[in-house]
């Protein structure tokens, strides 16, 4: 048997295989056809648009773009199909490199799309998302995020396209798939050999990195070499300060807000502590306490406390030469800054204080959801869950001698597209 025979058997074998591993697995119904569409959720405009996980299908998700955008500044929040004039790059005839950038996160992508310039690090962001997923890390939305990063780049690269091998696509995932290695590892794959796009499952101190560039990048500025970068999520934290010799200091918390949701109803259990509709006082104060504790390590953080005390005392320090500090992460930013905007008054303040957090405990302290919710003149989804994150802000400050932070929005996708201006900077354009 000649070797091109062979390679075409080989070929024809392992595609049959690759078929039945997806039918296998739910992605494809057994009789080849596209298994039961679901739903995905479309922010800001709460559009609803169809998805199947099949290349030659992904028009029907695209075509859910066509006029499902709006513009401010320099960003297209979802893309504008056919407005070129949204999309033109000003590199247009020089050396430049596109890139698309997807952090991978438990409810939803976040994607960035943005030009950066060969030599001088120069860059022009084209579009940044935020495409909502069903929340969680279990086979049930694998499909939802494969179809949904697929549709994308074919999207990019029929409406975004340069020339041919000058997109670069980088994905990276953090916290929850960390910790639900089956399921990573089984969206890496299939990622992989549906799209061509490698998801990067990247470890907390790079994650923390990622936030210390993707923030100086968003605060020009600021002065990296005197900044202090606070990353809290639902699972974990970073604290992140930059050395003179151009490394990084990450100290990392094995608590989140989510987290600490979970230990303080057990804490609250343990105690007696009956909740209701209304966050009371006793439940303030016991926030209070139960946090105190974390920071010495308890059985619910298996005697570990939530930072090294080392790591601690070395932060301490920076915050004591008043470095400035920056909060990135949605708590910050969607939470928190949003409360004492509504309680200050003040609604594109990015700024706020210990004392802000103080105020607002007290005040919403006796009062139920409804009456935070209508006192603030919010519509949120949980104001009770909502104080008591506010508490563990509010005990990390008063821990680390924090008085005032300002927030930044980004996310790990700022981070990615912060190294590649920098690596961009060192390059010919002669490459």
């Given at each position: 048997m000649s070797i091109q025979v062979k390679n075409i058997?080989?070929?024809?074998?392992?595609?049959?295989?690759?078929?039945?591993?997806?039918?296998?697995?739910?992605?494809?119904?057994?009789?080849?056809?596209?298994?039961?569409?679901?739903?995905?959720?479309?922010?800001?405009?709460?559009?609803?648009?169809?998805?199947?996980?099949d290349e030659v299908k992904l028009n029907e998700i695209i075509d859910q773009y066509d006029t499902a955008y709006y513009w401010e500044g320099n960003k297209t929040f979802l893309f504008p199909k056919g407005s070129t004039s949204f999309i033109k790059s000003p590199f247009e005839g020089n050396d430049f490199q596109r890139f698309v950038i997807y952090d991978v996160g438990s409810s939803a992508i976040k994607l960035k799309i943005a030009d950066v310039e060969i030599g001088t690090g120069d860059h022009y962001i084209i579009s940044d998302v935020r495409i909502s997923t069903v929340y969680g890390v279990d086979k049930y939305n694998l499909r939802e995020r494969?179809?949904?990063?697929?549709?994308?780049?074919?999207?990019?690269?029929?409406?975004?396209?340069?020339?041919?091998?000058?997109?670069?696509?980088l994905a990276?995932?953090?916290?929850?798939?960390?910790?639900?290695?089956?399921?990573?590892?089984?969206?890496?794959?299939?990622?992989?050999?549906?799209?061509?796009?490698?998801?990067?499952?990247?470890?907390?101190?790079?994650?923390?990195?990622?936030?210390?560039r993707g923030a100086m990048l968003n605060e020009p500025g600021a002065d990296p070499s005197h900044s202090i970068v606070w990353d809290l999520g639902g699972r974990t934290a970073q604290i992140v300060a930059a050395e003179l010799s151009g490394s990084f200091f990450i100290a990392v918390g094995n608590v989140g807000a989510d987290f600490f949701l979970i230990g303080l109803k057990d804490y609250f259990n343990s105690q007696g502590i009956v909740s209701s509709e209304r966050f009371t006082q006793e439940e303030l104060d016991a926030g209070l306490r139960f946090f105190d504790l974390l920071m010495e390590g308890t059985d619910f953080t298996h005697g570990e406390p939530i930072f090294e005390p080392d790591d601690l005392i070395f932060i301490k320090s920076k915050i004591a030469q008043h470095y400035d500090i920056y909060a990135v992460g949605g708590l910050h930013n969607f939470v928190i800054q949003s409360y004492v905007n509504a309680w200050n008054k003040a609604s594109d303040a990015h700024i706020y204080t210990d004392?802000?957090?103080?105020?607002?405990?007290?005040?919403?302290?006796?009062?139920?959801?409804?009456?935070?919710?209508?006192?603030?003149?919010l519509n949120t989804k949980r104001p009770k869950e909502d104080m008591l994150k506010v508490v563990l802000v509010l005990g990390l400050m008063k821990t680390l001698g924090i008085h005032e932070v300002t927030t930044v929005n980004v996310n790990n996708a700022d981070g990615v597209l912060a190294e590649q201006i920098e690596m961009n900077k060192n390059l010919s354009t002669t490459h």
């Open positions: 058997l080989l070929y024809l074998f392992s595609h049959a295989m690759f078929l039945g591993f997806l039918c296998g697995n739910g992605l494809f119904a057994a009789d080849g056809h596209l298994g039961e569409r679901e739903k995905a959720q479309v922010k800001p405009l709460k559009e609803h648009m169809d998805y199947v996980p494969v179809a949904t990063m697929g549709a994308i780049k074919h999207m990019v690269e029929e409406e975004l396209s340069v020339q041919k091998g000058d997109i670069e696509y990276v995932a953090t916290g929850g798939f960390r910790a639900a290695p089956r399921y990573r590892d089984t969206l890496v794959t299939r990622t992989l050999n549906m799209t061509g796009i490698y998801i990067e499952v990247i470890d907390q101190a790079t994650e923390g990195m990622l936030a210390f004392q802000d957090l103080e105020n607002l405990l007290h005040w919403a302290a006796g009062k139920t959801g409804s009456e935070i919710n209508e006192g603030l003149g």
